[in-house]
């Protein structure tokens, strides 16, 4: 009979996890107990909960999640975990853990996913662990694990268990002094597909990809590929070359699975040409989408938010018995509130993070919500998730029959339109964005600043409010405190700064900008060249780029 064996081990110091989970470089997670005692905090966090409990593991398919996977199901044996459920090779989506977690009635799942981070020994790997709402865990969860991954002396695994997630099946193994232990190789897609099928209507998506509308979804190498077959060519019809780059890569063919104008080019190019109506692509996990139109057409994820907002009701049947509310994080532009406004519905404003969504749909307050980071989503799960974004996208497409370029202009006609854009500084040194982020904080509240007349490019700013946003959550009352710093002006246009949790190395610093613009015509203009005056103003009250020693950004959103 296979037996827990205890490892002695010593703390790392480095396990606090960011935005959503523990990002770092591969090789960093293939040190010696670097992973287990990890996943070691992740387990002993849940404290009595999890002897004869159900988790679920997965990931996206990069370098080391098969191995990491199998070797997470040995530590579920040897710490009293019932069952695990696990996809065909250790894949699964981040949307489809989350979907699993909440169908399963689990304690949780471990997803082993660097996110939107390229992948390969030479590049990221990272742990996220989602609780039983199957959202990702929350503040105070990751504080405990951290604190606990800090003293760690040993963990806890049955070495000799014969596991192999390329073979789907059931498996059950008594452990000594454990009893029963279920493992459950499952197939990484159908869940997933039964509960789209609950919330749109295939058929109207069907007969809208059946015409002459023509699609082309980019899953960049990463885990979208089985999902995106199965649910666009062998369910909705369309044709096999409709998804590219399908099949899961450990390194996802050396590309960058973020999906944005500068990453996802391939997409943008083919697209550009005009052969395609609508085109998406996914990020490695599969929770962040990017959407464009014929010729394309760019939707920002504010917009996107904003137009699925205003037609989820009218287009998509999970939406039918109304809308409870809508929510967006801080940095991302509030179009969304403007339908929310019109509808009478109420509208949230959290820190950057899926996390801090889940409260609200728990407590029956939020339906809908979203992210400028490419993240679209509901409370059909807990997780964003990328692929329900383009279903949502296509329902109303197949209900307006409009173009999707028709449709932003559509609704920036009734509601004006909320420019964006987001500057990213990737990899500068954590000095250097310390000492610029010392110097804002300076600049809070700071009176001469705040009777300055700011000019550029022909426009003239005074700003309104100046402050660190913080969070106080209206179910539970945790307050999330130095979310990001915020230039509100008089005319309520917005500069935010904030240092980036998910990167690996260094620090990624983001400056968000976004305007207001009721004249369609104006709408109609390219966002980035209407707020560069802003872009410069931005720039001059930060002196960004001197703290940075930088003199343009890495990508422009
Ligand atoms: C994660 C979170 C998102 C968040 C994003 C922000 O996305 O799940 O809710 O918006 O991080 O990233 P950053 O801190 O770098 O601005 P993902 O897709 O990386 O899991």
Not at 9 to 18: A, E, L, S, V
Not at 327 to 340: K, Q
Not at 533 to 542: F, G, H, N, Q, T
């Amino acid at each position: 009979m296979p037996s827990p064996q205890s490892v002695k081990t010593q703390p790392f110091g480095d396990q606090k996890p960011g935005t959503s989970g523990l990002r770092k470089p591969t090789k960093t997670f293939l040190q010696p107990n670097y992973t287990e005692n990890f996943v070691q905090s992740i387990l002993l966090s849940c404290g009595d909960a999890l002897r004869g409990s159900t988790l679920v593991v997965g990931g996206d398919g990069r370098y080391f999640v098969k191995q990491a996977a199998e070797n997470i199901i040995r530590m579920c044996a040897a710490n009293g975990v019932s069952r695990v459920i696990v996809g065909e090779n250790g894949i699964f989506s981040t949307p489809c853990v989350s979907a699993i977690i909440r169908k399963e009635k689990a304690l949780g799942g471990i997803i082993l996913t660097a996110s939107h981070n390229p992948g390969g020994l030479d590049n990221d790997f990272g742990i996220k662990f989602n609780t039983a709402n199957g959202g990702p865990a929350p503040d105070g969860v990751t504080t405990k694990i951290f604190e606990i991954s800090k003293s760690l002396a040993e963990y806890k695994i049955v070495n000799d268990l014969k596991i192999d997630v390329a073979v789907v099946g059931k498996s059950t193994f008594k452990i000594d002094g454990c009893g029963d232990f279920v493992v459950e190789v499952v197939d990484s897609v159908s869940a997933y597909l039964d509960l789209m099928k609950g919330i749109f209507d295939f058929g109207a998506i069907k007969t809208l990809l059946s015409g002459d509308f023509k699609i082309l979804i980019n899953c960049l190498n990463g885990v979208t590929g089985p999902y995106a077959t199965r649910i666009f060519v062998d369910e909705l019809g369309a044709p096999a070359s409709s998804v590219v780059n399908c099949i899961p890569l450990e390194d996802f063919g050396g590309a960058h699975p973020d999906p944005n104008l500068v990453y996802a080019k391939e997409l943008v190019d083919a697209m550009a040409t005009g052969a395609y109506d609508f085109g998406a692509a996914f990020d490695g996990d599969g929770d962040r989408n990017m959407v464009l139109g014929k010729n394309a057409f760019f939707v920002s994820p504010s917009d996107s938010l904003a137009v699925i907002a205003d037609k989820a009701e009218q287009c998509v049947p999970y939406f039918k018995s109304g809308i409870k509310g809508f929510a967006r994080s801080m940095p991302t532009a509030g179009a969304v509130d403007l339908v929310a406004k019109k509808k009478q519905k109420p509208i949230y404003e959290v820190p950057t993070g899926w996390k801090y969504f889940g409260n609200l749909m728990d407590a029956g307050l939020l339906s809908l919500c979203g992210e400028e980071s490419f993240g679209t989503g509901s409370d059909h799960i807990r997780e964003k998730d990328g692929i329900w974004a383009i279903l949502a996208w296509l329902s109303i497409l197949a209900k307006t029959k409009r173009s999707v370029q028709d449709l932003l202009h559509d609704h920036w006609a009734v509601y004006g339109r909320n420019l964006f854009t987001r500057y990213d500084y990737e990899n500068c040194s954590s000095e250097d964005a310390n000492k610029l982020f010392e110097h804002l904080e300076s600049l809070i509240g700071d009176e001469t600043l705040l009777k300055s007349e700011w000019r550029a490019g022909g426009k003239s700013y005074r700003i309104a409010l100046t402050d660190n946003f913080e969070y106080s959550d209206p179910v539970d009352g945790s307050v999330a405190k130095k979310q990001g710093i915020r230039f509100v002006f008089k005319d309520g246009s917005r500069i935010v700064f904030r240092i980036s949790g998910t990167g690996s190395t260094g620090a990624t610093v983001r400056m968000y900008l976004d305007s207001y613009e009721p004249e369609l015509e104006r709408c109609k203009q390219d966002a980035a060249k209407t707020l560069r005056p802003l872009v410069d103003v931005a720039l001059k009250i930060s002196s960004l780029e001197t703290h940075l020693k930088r003199d343009k950004p890495t990508v422009i959103t």
